[in-house]
Structures are given as structure tokens and as C-alpha cells.
């Protein structure tokens, strides 16, 4: 069965880092674009960011640009989302979701283009 897993989560004081990384079971991840994804308490999910298939593009929502950076392994099997600068409101459940994104932009906010994903990993930013 092909799924992606999502590791890394854990609690960290306001300021600091984190780095989650999404794999895949059964499936290569080198011939999909991926999206990252997060549910705080009490909201609906929501697109934060994702890469291009080829790797040409990105795109970042406004709330995480500049502290949050997407990127492949060598092998081009794992996704990481580098987080810095993590602030309380960055608190949730984050999922990783693979889907054929020929190019990065707004619209890979849109969960039904992706076919894979994760259970999800949860972060906790609090002092």
C-alpha cells in the first residue's frame, strides 16, 4: 500500500526550529510535487507550501515565507520543511501530500490535487 510518513513533530519553545521530513512506502517521491499542510486546533487545514515535481518551483504562503523552506534529499525520496523562527500560531498537525505538481503555485493550496498522504506528525510551539 503506498503512504506517505511524516516524522520529526515534537514541542519547541517560541523562536526555535524544527525539521520534519515526509518518505514514502511502495512509491518514489522523485516523480511528484509535494505540499505541506497544517491543522491547528480548532481550524481547518490549510496549504503552507509545496514543490514542483521537478523541483523548478515553490511556493510559500505569506505566513510561513521567509522562516519555512521545503526541499528533496539526494535521493529525492524524502521531502524536509525546515521551519525556523516557529511561533505559537505555527502550532498543529502537519501532513505531507504528493500529487502530480507540474508547477508550484497558490493553487497547491488545494488538497484534491494531491493523490498521497500522510498521518501526519503534531507541533507543539509553546514556552
Known amino acids: 500500500q503506498r503512504q506517505l510518513v511524516e516524522s520529526g513533530g515534537g514541542l519547541v519553545q517560541p523562536g526555535g526550529s524544527l525539521r520534519l521530513s515526509c518518505a514514502a512506502s511502495k512509491f518514489t517521491l522523485a516523480h511528484y510535487g509535494i505540499g505541506w499542510f497544517r491543522q491547528a486546533p480548532g481550524k481547518e487545514r490549510e496549504g503552507l507550501l509545496c514543490?514542483?515535481?521537478?523541483?523548478?518551483?515553490?511556493w510559500y504562503a505569506d505566513s510561513v515565507e521567509g522562516r519555512f523552506n521545503i526541499s528533496r534529499g539526494n535521493a529525492r525520496n524524502t521531502v524536509y520543511l525546515q521551519m525556523n523562527s516557529l511561533k505559537a500560531e505555527d502550532t498543529g498537525v502537519y501532513y505531507c501530500?504528493?500529487?502530480?505538481?507540474?508547477?508550484?503555485?497558490?493553487?497547491?493550496?488545494?488538497?484534491?490535487?494531491?493523490?498521497?498522504w500522510g498521518q501526519g506528525t503534531q507541533v507543539l510551539v509553546s514556552s
Open positions: 514543490i514542483s515535481r521537478s523541483d523548478s518551483s515553490t
Open positions: 501530500a504528493a500529487g502530480p505538481l507540474l508547477e508550484a503555485g497558490t493553487y497547491c493550496r488545494r488538497s484534491e490535487l494531491y493523490d498521497y
